[in-house]
């Protein structure tokens, strides 16, 4: 072989592996690459603060000074402080939850030291607190308070962490009333439960070891068992837009790498990406309104290096299947009373320091290093700031990101019969007070039978903090095909252009919606329907395979025989996380061919057949090439000689004669041949790429080789 023949096959080949390194074929929101840290000092020194919450107004924000025994108030616009302290000794106050009573706030908040619930009203500086019934109790978490309409009640929740207990506080604002709903959690929770998460209808937990939902109408726990790693336990639980509920799972260890981020995606499908860094003890949890993307603080108590991350959910992660269980709540009802006491209001103005911060990239995570911080919360407000305690260094700290918008599109999933419409909404978001117009745009692959209207309005108008929203009309043609398809909606501002996808299904009236994705083995593999790789697979087949006689008659054939055996894999991967890990690897080579074979099929998709035949032809050769002939010539020698057994003109000869086979089928128009005909040519470009790989690098190698 000549040299520039050989630099020609590296040069392919380093270009096939740099497309397979690429981390995502399409873009999703990214994180800025630095952010501002302006931290707050808290007056007095080791004062601990937790328990962050907003205003009501969706501002910073409000907190307890675990050591400091105090309630703090912190207005970043004039950089002031207000504390009061509470009035029993050694309270030890651990979290807060804000509610709005008769016009006015009212600040409510756990006492873990004395056992005891408080209020607060800033407006009268009068403090109220309650006593528990049970000593010891550790009360930990105090939820979202939810008035639920029509009755005037404020209700709150909280966990009793060291009884296994959690607890309902129902307050009647028109009589001072207090009513006081405890109950034993269910055995399968684990023992206890840290985080809780309070909804109008139903109650989250984070168990020690389980999620857990209370739904009022039932009066009934629902449980998820999580995923066992170690002596990791549930931290914290937020739940999205989307009802899903997001959870951290850790350890404190500096050297632990025990520690998760997860969601439970519906009743059956818990999805979990790895936190990398040893030490991280994911803590806090919150949802970035803007863009759904969860915010994390990782305390890092002993590792001594917190921080705060943003995940993609877009991507990665580990899907496991489980089954929920169900258990009847038998709580206990008796009133209570409280004491009240007037506290007075120290103010203080403190100056804030500011920093430029980097982001760095672990794994799924953008993160963001705060330090010995020792973080519990953190909270994302309405304008997109990132808000996060550190009782390490006695700070209230927010990062600030650069001017930029996300994108919402509302549902993520349709599902639409054929011969009917409907429409989408597409929500545009300030992050950082961003403001300007952004043009919209959608693509839908496949596009069979499906036709997009245009947004309106278009474009978007944002102003700084708000939020701007248009609709467009999705239209099912009465013969469109039962098939699965992407809707991307694109976003372009100036410079910044941002993607979202969403998936619609085509149904008929007698038949059930065909599955998300048939893509069985990627789908369990990387762990969505949605990423980057399994689109690819499904972009290449529906857009490129499926539009063309002979493509289609050739996945007639490959369906036939994949899927014989793709569910058997793909339960076992769902299975085997070590397994699911091997597999990336072994897919993103192909992944990459398919991607190169798209891009082809696009520059000739006036000749949909001629398209549909070179792309098929380029994708099968590169895969022959790689997945075979690589193996075949430094593996076995035995396999190496099967392959060199036929010359490569032999090869030419065959492939010819099967393309002459397929073209003749083509004007036969017989499906059965063409089916027949497909299928032997895509084995003989498999094998002839094959042996080339074998004769090149035999070549190179002057015919060195394992036995």
Known sequence: MSTNRLRAFAATWILIFFTVSLPSLYPVYASAAHATLTEWTLPIPNSGPRGLVLDPSGNCCWFVEYFGNKVGHLDPSNNTFQEWAIPTQLANPNSLAITVVSGSLVVWGTESGADKIFSFSPRSDLYYEYNLTQSNSGVLGVGSISAEPPAPQVRLWFTEAFNNTNGEFVYDPRNGNVTLYEDSFPTAVGGGAYGVYAGSNSVWYAGFSSLVRWDRASSQYTLWSLPVHGSALARSITVDQYGQAWYTQGVTDATGDENFVGVLRDNNTIQEWHIPKLGADPRGISIDPATQQPWIVEASQIAGNGTVATLNPF???????????????????????????????????????TNQ?????????????????????????????????????????????????????????VSMPQGNSGAITVTGASISNYTGQVSLGAIISPAQGVT?????????????????SAQISINIASNAPNVTSIITVEGTSGNITHQINLMLTVTNGSSIAPSASRCLIATATYGSVLSPEV???????????????????????????????????????????????????????LIAFLFLASRLYTELSAYPELATMLSGLLATALTGAFYVGVPAALITRKLRRLLLNFSLKTWGFVLLGEIAAMLYCQTLDSSVLLMISTSLAVLSVLFASAALTVVIIFQITGGRGRA
Request: aromatic share 8%.
């Open 315 to 353: 991507d990665g992660g580990t899907i496991i299947r489980l089954n929920a269980t169900t258990a009847a709540s038998g709580q206990t009802r008796e009133p209570i009373l409280p004491t009240s006491n007037l506290a007075s209001v120290s103010v203080n103005v403190v100056t804030p320091t």
């Open 357 to 413: 911060v980097l982001s760095a990239t672990e794994g799924q995570l953008t993160e963001y290093a705060l330090g010995p911080t020792q973080s519990q919360e953190t909270i994302v407000d309405s304008s997109g700031n990132i808000w996060i305690n550190e009782p390490g260094t006695n700070k209230i700290a927010r990062l600030s990101r650069t001017p930029d918008f996300a994108l919402r599109v509302s549902p993520l999933t």
């Open 452 to 468: 997009l209207g245009s947004f309106n309005p278009n474009p978007l108008i944002i102003a700084p903090g708000a939020t701007a």
């Open 535 to 589: 689109q690819v697979l499904r972009n290449f087949r529906d857009t490129s395979l499926e539009k063309s006689k002979t493509g289609s008659s050739f996945l007639m054939m490959f369906n036939a025989w994949y899927y014989s055996f793709s569910p058997t894999v793909a339960d076992y991967l769902n299975d085997h996380a070590i397994a699911r890990t091997s597999m990336k690897g072994f897919l993103y080579p």
